[in-house]
């Protein structure tokens, strides 16, 4: 499957879509084929190591199973749905849809989920946190659209599923093969089967606000000498009139010395290693980092992005800081380029992994993205 560009105003997109507006593409790629069938998800399911649901409804009630699956779990009397997260991990076709967002900042990106309904099926009016572009595969599928949400928008009651208690509908669109319906967040949308058919979901990462205070605040105290105290400066102790009271200029003080410590914070590097912090265990065996390393001395032929690896980076005064799955690492400004090539690609073949090879800096930035389970060589 090859992926062109998307028929996309993309500055207009940013300026008026993008976490404000829904927006449907049709046709976002002409004579489309999915890069997974139905089957092909339906046995991805099986596997142990993959976080799968199914939701079904009956008579209104809304249920969910989580897998792994057997066989027989899709043979099922009611409308339902599967629903395989983050199948770009496994599968590189799958992983290449990502490129459609290219456009938007690669940190922000999640994963690709994939699911498959049969007619009827459905995982209920909902609306999420974050951003998201829904591909259509197989068959097709109508999507309402309907009123913004919060978190004091009613729901029923299972609160696994976070399905709408109301359901406004505002429009509706029905995708076929290669049309594309973004939906921002907070917008309740409703997919519907029309038949047998697949869908991919390419989702957004959005922090929560209280994890990124907690990480910046653990950050902050790190970073603060826990021997220093709050003090009264001779210059403004002013004896209290009323016993017991905090008075307006010790809360003043208070907030004075606390800024000051705020400007004293460490580092900036608290957001990357949040955001890059992979939702799923990687796990980085020995044996492989000793073969590609072995491979990495006699001349590799490709180093790439790992599938499931979160890799962004940070430009600052004193060099290229390079976040790895949760982990952070400092390298000096030479490694720009490579660190840039890497991401916008994904891969480093040719004359750029010779160059990149034939530099200290840059060879030094490949054995850490290694060690952290960012790359692969072949």
Not at 67 to 89: E, I, K, M, N, S
Not at 201 to 208: L, M, V
Not at 266 to 295: C, F
Request: charged share 25%.
């Amino acid at each position: 499957m090859t992926l062109g560009e998307l028929p996309l105003d993309k500055e207009a997109f940013l300026a008026n879509h993008w976490q404000r507006e829904p927006l449907f593409i049709p046709n976002g790629f002409s004579d489309f084929s999915s890069p997974l069938p139905a089957d092909e998800l339906a046995g991805l399911a099986l596997e142990e190591h993959v976080e799968s649901r199914i939701i079904e409804c009956r008579e209104n009630n809304w249920l969910i199973r989580h897998g792994p699956f057997q066989a027989g779990d899709y043979d099922r009397a009611h409308p339902w749905t599967l629903l395989v997260q983050a199948v770009d991990h496994y599968i590189p076709a799958v992983a290449r849809l990502l490129h459609l967002v290219d456009f938007l900042p690669k940190w922000r990106v999640d994963d690709v989920m994939a699911s498959y309904a049969v007619d009827g099926g459905s995982v209920g009016p909902h609306y999420d946190n974050y951003d998201v572009f829904l591909l259509q595969g197989e068959g097709s599928r109508l999507w309402r659209l309907g009123q913004r949400c919060d978190a004091a928008s009613p729901l029923l009651a299972n609160p696994e599923l976070r399905i709408l208690q109301d359901f406004e509908t505002t429009r509706e669109y029905l995708l076929g093969p290669g049309d594309i319906l973004y939906v921002p967040p907070g917008i309740a949308h409703w997919g519907i089967a029309r038949g047998e058919c697949t869908t991919f979901s390419i989702g957004f990462r959005a922090p929560r606000l209280n994890d990124m205070v907690s990480r910046w605040a653990d950050r902050l105290l790190e970073s603060i000498d826990p021997e220093i105290f709050f003090q009264d400066p001779a210059s403004e102790v002013v004896a209290p009139t009323r016993a017991g009271e905090i008075r307006p200029e010790d809360m003043a003080r208070a907030r004075t010395q606390i800024r000051a410590a705020l400007d004293k914070a460490a580092d900036n590097h608290w957001l990357g290693e949040l955001v890059t912090e992979p939702r799923y265990d990687i796990e980085i065996h020995p044996g492989e980092i000793a073969r590609a390393r072995k491979i990495m001395a006699q001349g590799p032929a490709l180093i790439a992005l790992s599938p499931a690896a979160r890799v962004a980076w940070q430009q600052e005064a004193g060099g290229v800081t390079v976040y790895t799955n949760g982990q952070a690492c400092q390298f000096d400004q030479s490694v720009l380029g490579c660190i840039t090539e890497l991401c916008a690609r994904w891969r480093l073949e040719g004359e750029d992994l010779a160059r990149a090879m034939a530099r200290p800096t840059d060879l030094r930035l490949l054995e850490y993205l290694l060690e952290n389970g960012g790359i692969y060589v072949e």
